[in-house]
């Protein structure tokens, strides 16, 4: 099945404890995507991959880190996360670039405390 | 102002009505549209493109008009099921999609 899958789904942490979201997919589509979504402020996005090794800061990049080794995987890392990044995450993926349809994974509700 | 925006709703209709919305648009050199459903805390979900001579799909309808820079869902014979929020997106004019912030509808028995 054709799918974006995200992990973990739910996650609770404290202050300044580093962690990584993961992100995978299995179209080979080579654009991959971070949003986040708060309430009455709808998708942000927060870095994008145009392919492996190529990553760039979308809208709201301050206090998240990327990397894209592999084509199918684009995690998220939070160095030092806070509770303003307290937050439901996606993971997207198109096949023809971030102009165009995305698909999303589950998503990843991360409360920071 | 926003670059893409979306009544926020919530739009409250009896089954079996027809609904539409609107999503306007700042940028006219932008050139993907796009219809989401998103389900409470659930992804995204792609419904349905928006072609420059509007398309169709079962009940819902999708049409653009660039003069006045902005896109319509019309949902007819509206079911239960099609309680959502419904978000549009922009794209093509830069390497990113611009999505409104969602208009919610709920089907009421």
């Known amino acids: 099945e054709a799918q974006v899958t995200q992990n973990p789904r739910y996650l609770i942490t404290v202050t300044g404890k580093k962690l990584t979201v993961t992100c995978s997919q299995n179209m080979n589509h080579e654009y991959m995507s971070w949003y986040r979504q708060d309430p009455g402020l709808g998708l942000r996005q927060i870095y994008y991959?145009?392919?492996?090794?190529?990553?760039d800061k979308g809208d709201v990049p301050e206090g998240y880190k990327v990397s894209r080794k592999e084509k199918r995987n684009f995690p998220l890392i939070l160095e030092s996360p806070s509770p303003n990044q307290t937050s439901l995450y996606f993971c997207?993926?198109?096949?023809f670039g971030g102009g165009y349809e995305q698909y999303f994974g589950p998503g990843t509700r991360l409360t920071v405390t | 102002r926003k670059e893409v925006e979306q009544d926020p709703g919530p739009f409250n209709v009896p089954e079996g009505a027809t609904v539409a919305f609107n999503c306007t648009y700042s940028n006219s050199a932008s050139q993907s549209f796009f219809w989401y459903r998103q389900d409470c805390r659930k992804e995204p979900k792609l419904l349905m493109s928006v072609y420059s001579s509007g398309n169709e799909d079962g009940r819902f309808t999708a049409q653009l008009n660039r003069a006045s820079q902005y896109i319509s869902l019309l949902i007819r014979d509206s079911k239960l099921s099609d309680s959502a929020t419904y978000l549009c997106?922009?794209?093509?004019?830069?390497?990113?999609?611009?999505f409104g912030t969602g208009t919610l509808l709920a089907v009421q028995p």
């Open positions: 997106a922009v794209g093509g004019a830069t390497n990113k999609l611009i």
């Open positions: 997207a993926s198109s096949p």
């Open positions: 991959s145009m392919n492996v090794e190529v990553t």
